[in-house]
Nanobody
Framework: VQLVESGGGLVQPGGSLRLSCTAS????????IGWYRQAPENQRELVAY???????NYADSVKGRFTISRDNAKSTVTLQMNSLKPEDTAVYYC?????????????????WGQGVQVTVSS
């Protein structure tokens, strides 16, 4: 499995970015996918996940601002990030193929992308 992330960068507070993660070597549509982020000196945290049925969930800190979606035909998951805040600054990682159970996403058996830097600053 190979994952390629894109779309990170520098944006001013209130701005938007769109992250993408494209997979190869996997039957993409069968798998749950998560987006995580890790800020300096912080633990990696789940931002959002989407499962094969399309059901999705978000961290409270990003609800109403971020949207996760998937295009199985293109083997791509995207994270649309709006109304960005300085505290959203982090390296963002996709994780494909983790386990979904009882409303929780476990990335332990998934594959991680390389990460993309998102910086929100004026």
């Amino acid at each position: 499995v190979q994952l390629v992330e894109s779309g990170g960068g520098l944006v001013q507070p209130g701005g938007s970015l769109r992250l993408s993660c494209t997979a190869s070597g996997i039957i993409f549509g069968d798998h749950a996918i998560g987006w995580y982020r890790q800020a300096p000196e912080n633990q990696r945290e789940l931002v959002a996940y989407i499962i094969s049925s399309g059901r999705r969930n978000y961290a409270d800190s990003v609800k109403g601002r971020f949207t996760i979606s998937r295009d199985n035909a293109k083997s791509t998951v995207t994270l649309q990030m709006n109304s960005l805040k300085p505290e959203d600054t982090a390296v963002y990682y996709c994780n494909v193929g983790g386990q979904y159970w009882a409303g929780r996403y476990n990335p332990d058996f998934g594959t991680w992308g390389q990460g993309v830097q998102v910086t929100v600053s004026s």
